[in-house]
C-alpha cells in the first residue's frame, strides 16, 4: 500500500475516533439525582489508555449509581482490572510517542520509517479500544434486566 494511501487510511481513522467521542451514548440523559453525572463519551473506545483507565471507573460509579446497586455492586472492581491493563499500556504509548515526536522531527522522513510509526500508533489504539470495549461487555453482562431497564432510562 502506498505512503500516500497508508496516510490517507490513518487520517480518516483518527478523523472516525475523534468524532466517536462526540456522540452521546443513549438518545436521552437520564433523569433524576444523577442526571448530567455521565460526559457523553462514556461508552466511547476513543482515547488515550490513560483515558479509558480513567473512563472505566467513571462508568463503573455511574452504573451502580443508576441502578443502585449499593455496595454490592460488582462494577468498580470489573473497571480497576480494565484500568489495570490499559495503564500498563503506558510505558508502550510513552514509546510510540516519543517515536512518532522523533520521526515528524527528523530532517527526512521515509516512507518505510513512517509506515513503522503509523502502524504502531494504530496498533497501541486497537489494543487500547478492544481493552475497553472488552470492560463494556463484561459490565453489561453483570446487570440483570431490571438493572438495564434502569440504565435505559
Keep these: ?80 482490572r480494565a484500568a489495570a491493563d490499559l495503564q500498563g499500556l503506558a510505558a508502550r504509548e510513552a514509546e510510540a510517542q516519543s517515536a512518532l515526536h522523533h520521526a515528524l522531527l527528523a530532517p527526512s522522513l521515509t516512507e518505510s520509517a513512517w509506515n513503522g510509526v503509523e502502524d504502531e500508533q494504530i496498533a497501541l489504539l486497537d489494543v487500547a479500544g478492544r481493552r475497553y470495549l472488552r470492560f463494556l461487555a463484561d459490565a453489561a453482562a453483570t446487570l440483570d434486566a431490571e438493572q438495564k431497564r434502569r440504565f435505559a432510562h
Design 1 to 80: 500500500m502506498s505512503f500516500a494511501w497508508r496516510s490517507a487510511i490513518l487520517g480518516v481513522f483518527l478523523g472516525v475516533a475523534a468524532s466517536a467521542i462526540a456522540v452521546h451514548a443513549h438518545g436521552e440523559p437520564h433523569a433524576g439525582p444523577h442526571a448530567g453525572a455521565r460526559p457523553s463519551d462514556l461508552l466511547s473506545a476513543a482515547g488515550r489508555p490513560a483515558e479509558l483507565a480513567a473512563r472505566s471507573r467513571q462508568l463503573a460509579a455511574h452504573l451502580c449509581e443508576v441502578i443502585e446497586a449499593g455496595d454490592a455492586c460488582t462494577l468498580p472492581a470489573l473497571a480497576e
